[in-house]
């Protein structure tokens, strides 16, 4: 019988709850024991073991029955090439169907459990919530990974004792492989994000549709590329499919980020409720676009706004302003550097060139055409920033730093280009003047789109993602309306009245 | 140990504790009463470093709660307002997950479990899987989880609610029994026969505000007045309320009175009830019974709600 009226001392039982290990091993140990029990719990599901054992060991048969018979059935046609190219396909599809059910057990595990409210009692051990998170994405991601591998497996067994000749490149099945490993990352990660905005599983199954149809249309993708690739014999694998893996990996890796930065408890169990207070984060939007501070004390005035407030945020901004520095130098040396290569030069000869540029610009001078270009300019800035910046929200910012170096990219391998025909005078007549104002308004814009994206993977402490997310774009949108919006007219104005002149008076001399 | 100083929470636009200032010491019962939404709950949340602080300072068994968060949970034991098991799991199995995240090594934790399932009326059901166990028996694995790594804090909430009397008594037996193991105790229930029991002090919280605070004696006299006493008489009074009252003006108070009873209060039954029962001999009276009025810890929680109710209430006793 137990003696419950043993005093316990800090020194006797309790003392054993810290870990013997530290760092990264004391986490992953505790996350492991997570790991370990929700892996069984899972196993003791009839409705997640019944699918798993069906897509592992019956559906692979399945699709090798397939792919011979539509190899077969094209093969009359002349046309074994398609019938080839379904095999590695469907190898990506036996194992993506297993993975499918991680969403489910992520769900499950996650929201599910906050429904039960079975979260609490854990929440309430001495385990940190990275070694929570880690544990529960790890169990969610385990055993639909292991169905998928089995199933592939199978598949490529039953292509070594079928009928179908064709043997896959060994490379292509390593893609395959990994794709389906960052596949499930991404979809589990995802559920994450997606079950901690929600407290019931009715509701995280309706909001999963956003990690399913952007998935969905990867897969779709991926065949394609499958299908079409120049590449789908290199012993290299496919190279689009490469850039998928690496491209995904990004995203899981930033999904994991938030997810480890939602996963905390305040936030797990300060939401009792599925509310959706938009009054309140567009109050807090408002504050923070006229806020002098981090407490949100407005600016007195206009004047005030600028002295003070656009100072602030800008002060803020320090790190995304320098990575978007760093970046478009970046880009504009790689282009400067592919202009330089033999095979990427343009056959440009000066004189012939000038008299071209001449006729341009001298069109270019009549008023209604003037008109129409400063329409034009900001037009086009604006929607290429507005599209990034969409993008961004949804890309946790590393679209803000693919679409607008691309015109860094290309002004790098233009000033490489005029510089080997000598019309490096016309490149800086035809930019500078303008550039005055366009790169100080277009690495704002860059930076502050960046944030607005990014800001999510790691809100500053003591926030919550959706107060970091609000404060932040309140802040984007401060540095549009207070210097982007006034520098975009201001650059589109120069570039339609001031480059023009600059560029004829270099042209003739 | 115990103590919260003006600890604070706030939701967006809603202070869901207010202030809070408590000391539990090892040994020690500190009953938390109060109405659905008063605040317990999020108290415990944050003594148990689920929930960060507005603003106050909490330390359990001398670890911060902001500080030392891992240290805090590592060192408490508590019972959550739902059960939370996993119901597909066997009893055992459970506490000894429960026993790997508190690293207790496996003979121990087994040994752990198995006396305290039996502690509490389940070493039978060590074996059968959580789903089949009743309201009752999920209740008492849920303590037995808290129990489990033999914590020194034990933060319990509802301990006793959904259970039939017998295993009730059974928990509160176990309560008592730890208790004498220096152990200190914060029990958040809306039983207050179980309280008043189990408390060496009460908190009476409202609206995320402690209202109340201190032994049952002391709130009793400081929200019910002094003792009441209850003097019955074999046939009519006969006037006897008001002799008492215009003779012995200063000792006591009439408060009530029937045909045969009246009843009234005294600060110091012991002195004052024998002047009572001679001035009765005197008068002739048949003195039946002379009784004090039991006071519950209903009375007094009634009483305080009231008063908090009050615009002019006046600041909380502690």
């Not at chain 1, 194992?95 to 009692?121: D, H, M, N, Q, Y």
């Not at chain 1, 936030?267 to 509310?275: F, N, P, Q, V």
Request: hydrophobic share 50%; net charge neutral.
């Amino acid at each position: 019988m137990a003696s419950l009226s043993q005093p316990t001392t800090k020194g006797s039982t309790v003392a054993t709850a810290s870990a013997t290990r530290s760092g990264w091993g004391k986490t992953m140990q505790n996350a492991l024991i997570i790991t370990q029990r929700e892996v069984r719990d899972s196993f003791r599901d009839w409705r997640i073991v019944a699918p798993i054992l069906i897509l592992t060991f019956l559906f692979p048969f399945l699709a090798q029955f397939v792919a011979a018979q539509f190899a077969g059935f094209l093969a009359g046609y002349g046309a074994e090439l398609i019938g080839e190219r379904t095999i590695p396909f469907l190898l990506m599809i036996v194992g993506f169907f297993p993975i499918s059910i991680s969403l489910v057990i992520a769900l499950e595990t996650f929201v599910g459990e906050k429904e039960r409210r079975s979260l609490e009692p854990l929440l309430s051990t001495p385990l940190s919530n990275t070694e929570l998170y880690i544990g529960k994405t790890l169990a969610a991601m385990i055993p639909p990974l292991l169905a998928s591998f089995g199933g592939m497996l199978v598949y490529l067994l039953t292509l070594l004792g079928g009928e179908l000749a064709w043997r896959p490149p060994a490379m292509l099945i390593v893609q395959i492989f990994l794709l389906t490993i960052v596949q499930a990352l991404v979809m589990v990660t995802g559920a994450v994000v997606v079950s901690s905005q929600t407290t019931s599983t009715r509701a995280a199954n309706l909001l999963a549709s956003f990690i399913v149809i952007p998935m969905a249309l990867i897969i779709n993708g991926e065949s394609i590329i499958m299908f079409l690739a120049p590449d789908a014999e290199s012993p290299q694998g496919i190279g689009a499919l490469w850039a998928i893996i690496f491209g995904m990996l990004i995203v899981a890796i930033l999904l994991l980020r938030v997810g480890n930065s939602i996963f905390n408890r305040e936030e797990l169990l300060g939401r009792e409720i599925d509310t959706l207070n938009l009054v309140g984060a567009i109050r807090r939007v408002g504050t923070f676009i006229i806020a002098v501070n981090e407490n949100g004390t407005p600016a007195r005035n206009l004047l005030d706004w600028y002295r003070r407030s656009i100072p602030f945020t800008l002060r803020r901004m320090r790190v995304a302003i320098g990575l978007t520095v760093a970046v478009f130098a970046l880009a504009f040396s790689a282009g400067f550097v592919t202009g330089q290569q033999p095979q990427w030069q343009l056959p440009l000869e000066g004189a012939q060139n000038v008299e071209i540029a001449l006729q341009v610009f001298e069109g270019i001078e009549q008023q209604s055409l003037q008109t129409t270009a400063l329409g034009f300019i900001i037009w086009q800035n604006g929607r290429v920033l507005l599209l990034t910046l969409l993008l961004s929200i949804f890309s946790f910012g590393v679209t803000a730093f693919i679409i607008p170096p691309v015109v860094y990219l290309l002004l790098g391998y233009l000033l490489s280009q005029m510089l080997n025909a000598g019309l490096q005078d016309l490149f800086f007549a035809a930019t500078l003047p303008h550039a005055i104002a366009e790169i100080p308004m277009i690495i704002l814009a860059t930076a502050a789109i960046f944030r607005v994206g990014a800001i999510v993977t790691l809100p500053p402490g003591g926030q919550t993602v959706v107060q970091a997310w609000t404060q932040t774009f309140g802040e984007t949108l401060k540095i549009g309306l207070g210097l982007v919006l006034p520098l975009m007219i201001l650059a589109a104005l120069l570039e339609t009245y001031l480059t023009p002149p600059v560029v004829l008076s270099v042209l003739s001399g | 140990m115990i103590i919260a100083d003006r600890l604070t929470k706030d939701f967006d636009n809603f202070r869901a504790v207010d202030k809070v200032s408590l000391k539990v010491a090892p040994g020690e019962v500190l009953a938390m009463l109060g109405p659905n939404g008063a605040g317990k709950t999020t108290t415990v949340r944050m003594m148990t470093s689920i929930l960060a602080p507005s603003s106050g300072t909490a330390s359990i068994a001398g670890f911060d709660v902001v500080q030392q968060p891992e240290q805090v949970r590592a060192h408490v034991g508590v019972l959550t307002e739902q059960h939370g098991l996993y119901e597909r799991m066997r009893a055992l199995d459970y506490l000894d997950f429960f026993g790997k995240v508190y690293h207790l090594p496996r003979q121990l934790r087994r040994q752990r479990a198995t006396e305290l399932m039996e502690r509490f009326g389940l070493g039978h059901a060590l074996q059968q899987r959580v789903g089949t166990f009743s309201k009752g028996m999920k209740q008492k694995l849920a303590l037995v989880r808290a129990m489990l790594h033999d914590p020194p804090v034990l933060l319990l909430d509802e301990p006793t609610s959904a259970m039939d009397p017998q295993s009730a008594k059974q928990v509160r037996d176990a309560i008592i029994d730890l208790q004498r193991g220096e152990r200190a105790f914060l029990i958040t229930t809306h039983n207050l026969t179980e309280a008043q029991m189990l408390a060496d002090r009460i908190a009476i919280i409202r609206h995320g505000r402690i209202i109340a605070n201190g032994s049952f004696d002391e709130l009793s006299r400081h929200f019910t007045g002094d003792p009441l006493m209850e003097l019955r008489t074999n046939g009519a009074l006969n006037g006897l309320a008001t002799d008492l009252s215009n003779q012995l003006n200063g000792l006591l108070t009439i408060e009530d009175k029937g045909l045969n009873w009246v009843r009234y209060r005294t600060r110091d039954p012991n002195t004052n009830n024998p002047i009572v029962l001679a001035r009765c001999a005197e008068l002739g009276a048949q003195v039946v019974t002379l009784s004090p009025v039991t006071r519950t810890l209903e009375d007094i929680y009634l009483q305080v709600v009231v008063e908090d109710e009050t615009p002019q209430s006046e600041s909380p006793m502690s």
